[in-house]
């Protein structure tokens, strides 16, 4: 395997490459690194506190009592920033990359926020099932979503009743996790080349119907008690519990010739949603292709999608001698490894069209290890989160950071990361390569759980300075899996000769490597992924 | 009369060339006889349009409210528990309305006559009535496309078409079209409103944020050290290189966008209230908002944004520009009402929207550039008539609107009001599990984007243009707002 589809299988699948793993990956042979990867389970979320938020029967509110008040109540109990912490720690240092990989896929396709659900435990519950599933099944994912209690909150699905249901999960559910509004042809193209509904409001409101009658599960507490009546209080730990009373019976005719019988309970009626939209014909390609354009390109064939919604709907891909999945439809380790290990995402040479911007997150993590670096996760969320536009677990809405379906200016293609692409935001990226280059990252906040910053070492680097060819080779290889483009090459290799012992003393070598860092980190060849 | 081609060329060399940064690169080709009627700033015939898109989509039924006792009893008589007490609304004169409590900042603007309610506007192909919606396949042109949907009709609003394909904004193609010098300057993110066929709205930070690549930074330090230079010097030459992939190349051009728009921006958009270069009377109709040096964040702080650079137009170049804002979390599904129907979260973010604007028209008034600025809304959609069980609305179709400048022929409204009854003639439902007052709208986007742009300069064939299904609306093309 080439220098260059290892690291382009790192980009793909892991937060960033490193020297090291590229050399890993080269060893293994991609199918035998996917397997392995595959095989991995060592990032959990652990950090932040527990559920005695929603057993608090004191008048006095939870942040206000004496055993909980401090200036950072909201964090440790309520926000998601814990989550972030845990996050950044485990993409810049654990070994199981393609599981979190694919779980941050996950978390873009079937959203919950911070922003309208509060509750560290409930969001670290509904994130570690992402993980967990990240090679399971589709449908499993799809059915402890539909009984998380955050995303009952996130979407009014959580005592939903059949009296006015509230349509919001039933819409969502349709339109953003599942099928889409389109009716697809199986390579995930549209039918007759123009957008022709997949489902009518009368669908939608058969769906909320079916969907009423979940409550909180049990355990949860308030001083005035629980509100309605027969429901339980707000609590977020397990999945969602049916409540009779709330739930529709009446039969409702849904999708992909499934109906809903009348007097079905809330679970019954839920396992219809679950086999008329894992059955319908837009969800393998649907599905498929958002994989896709959160691991390799934005903009895939039409032949790409089909393989790989044909390894969605088989359950099963093989590729290297190896097979994956385990033969049911929806399978992820199958969907997954097809997204990988196809010819469009391998090779040396990439077509034009080929690649995605690296969204905020993964290039900071990219740079991050790249550079032996680390991130307890503190510096990217509020400051650098907030700035590029991608506070993890924070996007504004169930529609994600940015749309699949973002035009990039000109031309016909698509661009889902330009959706929260500017001017400024340009400007900042390299702003965020000065911050960790010439401002030394940030050091640890004394209030933060183990915390050790966000640093970048760049000492390794320094042998190389004296041949200032051979630095900027060294670093556009682990930035690009390729020397730079000749004429940005030689651009850069003189900017990193402009610093020389007679002009800097001792330190020539290592501002040598921070520039040759900071233009070959600066470069579209990095900030695209191909 | 140009061809699109050749306006959209025109248009990115314009703003590019009227910022420097033209040159061996981009060749100079026919500018010279294309860039003479533009470009050059004639405060005497500035105008400005302002988009504030309400993302979510906003209850346009509890924003205005009829007042007579038929639908005034019609309306809280379904909408129950979240009907806004007659007694609470602000009285629109004679007009038979009245705004939400929550937007007395408004008030003045309509005593003036300078604010324009719009009535049940939504995304049309073409005039639709209630049996040609039923009766419509689901491929059908005639039905906008994904109705209901947020994202679909955020596209639909954005770009004012019937079709979630269409690449480009209203507002972008306006660009193009009239060959204004910028793009859509935004304060509130990508907005497809704003994307052209060949550029991306000009995103900028709020005040006090750098719009700059410290690397690329003026001080004397760093001019002065060659190894500083040549890393600005990389930098810049890196992304003027032609890359050997699509998107590389459209992330070098951004780039190059960026930095040239950052040289003649940045000193203008980092300016907060009370500082070295703020501009008194702005600070002054904002001072409501502003705590310290800080306007209150979201829409008063992007408007407060906006105020500036028009009055900062010989920086920002142009006698056209249009700009983009937006608050977010419109969409009350649920307790959209707080411990009565006048409190909570609607109301808040009605407050937030009717203050904002409030000051902003003010500023607009005290920079006397009322006339030469007309802000207005959009939103995804309209919100069912009825509640659903979680004291919040669901999503719909048709929706109310404001208008709001000097130009405006306001202390009227205009288009029509629904018919407030659920299965009746404006209501997309005719199952008995399904009636929930979702609008079908009499007034298509393409008509009040007409409107806007017709005031804004644009003719009859520049609006074709832009619109590509007015057309279909005959003689009705604009609404007569302005």
């Known amino acids: 395997m080439s220098v260059r589809d290892a690291y382009r299988l790192t980009d793909q699948a892991t937060f960033g490459a490193t020297e090291s793993l590229i050399t890993d990956v080269r060893t293994q042979g991609a199918s035998a690194w996917v397997a392995a990867q595959m095989a991995l389970s060592t990032s959990r979320y652990t950090l932040g506190n527990g559920d005695a938020i929603h057993k608090n029967t004191s008048n006095t509110a939870f942040c206000d009592q004496s055993a909980n008040a401090g200036a950072n109540c909201w964090r440790d109990w309520y926000s998601s920033t814990p989550l972030a912490w845990d996050f950044y720690r485990n993409a810049t240092q654990k070994n199981d990359q393609l599981r979190q990989r694919v779980a941050f896929a996950l978390q873009q396709i079937v959203v919950v926020n911070n922003l309208e659900v509060e509750g560290t435990y409930g969001l670290r519950n509904y994130y570690n099932t992402l993980l967990d599933n990240a090679f399971g099944n589709y449908r499993q994912v799809l059915k402890k979503v539909a009984m998380s209690p955050v995303m009952g909150d996130f979407l009014n699905n959580a005592n939903n009743d059949k009296a006015a249901p509230n349509e919001n999960f039933a819409r969502e559910l349709l339109q953003l996790f599942s099928i889409g509004t389109c009716t697809l042809n199986a390579d995930g193209s549209l039918q007759g080349g123009a957008c022709s509904a997949t489902y009518d409001n009368e669908t939608v409101r058969a769906y909320a119907y079916a969907l009423t009658g979940w409550t909180y599960p049990a355990g949860g507490a308030t001083p005035y008690g629980c509100w309605p009546t027969g429901a339980n209080c707000q609590y977020y730990g397990g999945d969602m519990v049916p409540v009779a009373r709330y739930h529709d019976t009446t039969a409702r005719t849904l999708l992909s010739g499934v109906s809903v019988p009348a007097n079905s309970t809330a679970p019954q009626a839920l396992e219809l949603v679950l086999d008329s939209l894992m059955n319908h014909p837009n969800t393998a390609a649907f599905v498929g292709k958002q994989l896709i354009q959160h691991l390799v390109s934005s903009n895939p064939s039409p032949a790409y999608v089909q393989r790989v919604a044909n390894a969605f709907t088989s359950g099963s891909y093989s590729a290297g001698g ?10 992820l380790a199958a969907t997954v490894a097809a997204v990988l290990l196809d010819v469009e995402a391998r090779g040396d040479t990439p077509a034009r069209r080929a690649g995605k911007l690296r969204e905020p997150v993964l290039m900071f993590t990219g740079v991050l290890r790249a550079l032996n670096g680390r991130s307890d996760g503190d510096a990217l969320t509020w400051w650098w989160g907030e700035t590029l536009r991608q506070h993890v677990f924070r996007p504004p809405s169930v529609f994600n950071f940015y749309p699949p379906d973002y035009p990039v200016p000109g031309g016909t293609l698509v661009g889902p990361q330009f959706g929260i692409h500017n001017a400024n935001s340009a400007l900042e990226r390299l702003n965020f390569l000065t911050y960790l280059l010439y401002w030394g990252g940030s050091t640890a906040a004394a209030s933060v759980p183990g915390a050790f910053g966000t640093t970048v070492t760049t000492t390794g680097f320094e042998a190389d300075a004296a041949d200032a060819a051979k630095l900027v080779d060294r670093m556009s290889v682990l930035a690009t899996g390729a020397a730079l483009p000749s004429a940005t090459r030689t651009q850069v290799i003189q ?21 040759a860092a900071y233009l070959v980190f600066a470069t579209p060849a990095f900030q695209v992924q191909r | 009369m140009k061809g699109p081609q050749m306006n959209r060329r025109f248009t990115r060399r314009n703003w590019l060339k009227t910022s420097g940064l033209v040159g061996a690169s981009l060749g100079a080709g026919a500018i010279g006889n294309l860039f003479a009627p533009h470009g050059i700033a004639r405060a005497a015939d500035y105008k400005a349009l302002v988009c504030i898109f309400l993302y979510g989509g906003n209850d346009g039924l509890n924003t205005i409210v009829p007042t007579d006792a038929t639908r005034y009893g019609q309306y809280s008589a379904v909408r129950k528990t979240l009907a806004l007490p007659q007694a609470s609304l602000i009285g629109l004169g004679t007009s038979g309305f009245g705004l939400h409590p929550a937007l007395t900042g408004l008030a003045p603007a309509w005593q003036e006559g300078r604010l324009a309610p719009v009535f049940n506007v939504g995304p049309l192909h073409q005039p639709l009535t209630k049996a040609q919606y039923r009766a419509a396949a689901a491929s059908s042109d005639a039905i906008p496309d994904s109705l209901f949907s947020h994202s679909d009709q955020q596209i639909l609003w954005e770009t004012g078409t019937s079709d979630s394909l269409t690449r480009t904004g209203w507002g972008g193609r306006a660009t193009d079209t009239l060959a204004t010098t910028n793009p859509v300057i935004s304060v509130g993110g990508n907005g497809r409103f704003g994307l052209s066929s060949r550029s991306a709205p000009l995103v900028l930070p709020e005040p006090g944020s750098v719009f700059g690549a410290y690397e690329l930074g003026t001080d004397a330090w760093r001019l002065q050290y060659a190894p500083l230079v040549a890393r600005a010097a990389a930098l810049r030459t890196v992304y003027a290189q032609a890359q050997d992939n699509d998107l590389a190349d459209a992330y070098a051009a951004m780039q190059r966008d960026a930095f040239t ?11 907060k209230p009370g500082e070295a270069g703020s501009v008194a009377a702005i600070d002054n109709a904002f001072a409501p908002l502003i705590s310290g040096s800080d306007v209150a964040a979201g829409l008063p702080r992007q408007l407060y944004q906006v105020a500036k650079l028009i009055a900062g137009n010989a920086t920002v170049q142009g006698n056209r520009q249009i700009y983009f804002a937006q608050a977010g979390g419109f969409d009350t599904h649920g307790n959209q009402i707080g411990t009565d129907p006048t409190t909570g979260t609607h109301a808040a973010l009605l407050k937030q929207v009717g203050d904002a604007l409030g000051c902003f028209y003010s500023a607009m008034k005290a920079l006397a550039m009322a006339d ?9 959609f ?30 009227l409204t205009y288009g029509t009001y629904p018919t407030l009854a659920l299965g009746g003639p404006d209501d997309v439902g005719v199952d008995s599990w399904e009636l929930q007052g979702r609008w079908i709208p009499t007034t298509s986007v393409d008509q009040y984007a007409a409107t806007l742009l017709g005031w804004f300069g644009a003719s009859d064939a520049q609006l074709d243009a832009v619109l590509p299904n007015l057309a279909n609306f005959g003689s009705a093309r604009r609404l007569g707002f302005l």
Not at chain 1, 322 to 331: K, L, N
Not at chain 1, 495 to 515: I, Y
Not at chain 2, 261 to 271: F, N, P, T, W
């Open chain 1, 322 to 331: 190896r097979t994956f999945g385990a033969g049911a439809r929806g399978d």
């Open chain 1, 495 to 515: 900017a990193v000769e402009a610093f020389t012992l007679a002009n800097n003393g001792a330190t020539w070598q290592s501002e040598r490597v921070k520039q």
């Open chain 2, 382 to 411: 309209g919100r069912t008539f009825t509640p659903n069980n979680s004291s919040g609305t669901d999503h719909a179709w048709g929706n109310q609107h404001l208008v709001i400048g000097g130009a405006v022929k306001g202390g």
């Open chain 2, 372 to 380: 030469a600025v007309t802000a207005f809304t959009q939103s995804d």
């Open chain 2, 261 to 271: 728009m950052s040289d003649r921006l940045s000193a203008l958009v980092k300016v």
